[in-house]
């Protein structure tokens, strides 16, 4: 297992949040969370990149290193990125500017390097590759997003943390998204799906899992689980 979860309790002060879960990540694979609204999907993600407050108790191994003993700001610098939930561009940046600031950590890339990333995510994205020296925020709300995207692989990510990225758009940037996403996760890069919309995230992914509560309800083959009455019926709405 690239990324390995082991018993991961997390919450805020007083408040347990997670209550104990365990989850892996192949590398080469996609794997989704799903679970509705306030499950603790977006505190799990920021366990593994430690993007923000609260704690955690438990193990999480990625490569086998033990993430939980890092310091904060090492985690990108270990090959992993985090697209947050909502999307956090620099609005007053071009988007070349916002695709730059991605690469923060790569110390040792020099400029022919990083010339060469964001040629990777023009290819991907090219609606971002029309606009580089556009203002980020002046951007529509799918090419916001691809931006985001795009900036988290400035770093040359092994694994990608997405929280909601198709939370909002359209279903046809929808996907477009999930098709990058699949063409980012053949090039060798795992991903860690985090999304409400559960069909969508289903659709994407090979495994998945279910949190619900702070504990995880089912996992299994993405397929299996779009096929599953109680998925079905609780996410689903079919
Ligand atoms: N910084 C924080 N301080 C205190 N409580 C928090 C904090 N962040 C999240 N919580 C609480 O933790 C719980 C889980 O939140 P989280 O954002 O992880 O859920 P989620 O599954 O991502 O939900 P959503 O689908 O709405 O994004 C919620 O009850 C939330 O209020
Ligand atoms: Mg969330």
């Known amino acids: 297992m690239m990324l390995e979860i082991r018993d991961l309790r997390a919450g805020y002060g007083p408040v347990e949040i997670l209550h104990g879960i365990s989850l892996g990540v192949n590398s080469h694979e996609i794997v989704s969370l799903i679970g509705p609204n306030t499950a603790g999907k977006s505190t799990l993600l920021r366990g593994i990149s430690r993007l923000g407050e609260g704690w955690y108790r438990g193990d999480i191994l990625f490569e086998g290193r033990s993430l939980l003993a890092e310091a904060a700001h090492r985690i990108a610098g270990l090959g992993i990125a985090h697209v947050l939930e909502g999307r956090h561009i620099f609005p007053r940046l071009t988007v070349a500017e916002n695709l730059r600031m991605g690469a923060w950590s790569r110390r040792r890339a020099d400029a022919a390097q990083i010339d060469e990333s964001i040629e990777r995510v023009v290819s991907l994205f090219p609606r971002v590759g029309e606009r580089m020296s556009q203002a980020a925020g002046t951007l529509s709300g799918g090419e916001q997003q691809m931006v985001a995207i795009g900036r988290a692989l400035m770093l040359r990510p092994r694994l990608l943390l997405l929280d909601e990225p198709s939370h909002g758009l359209a279903p046809k940037v929808v996907e477009e998204v999930h098709a990058a996403l699949e063409a980012i996760n053949r090039e060798g890069v795992a991903i860690l799906l985090v999304e409400q919309n559960a069909q969508l995230a289903l659709s ?33 709405g079919i």
């Open 204 to 236: 994407v992914s090979s495994r998945a899992y279910v949190l619900s509560g702070g504990e995880i309800a089912k996992e299994g083959a993405s397929d299996a689980l779009l096929h599953d009455d109680e998925v079905r019926s609780a996410y689903l």
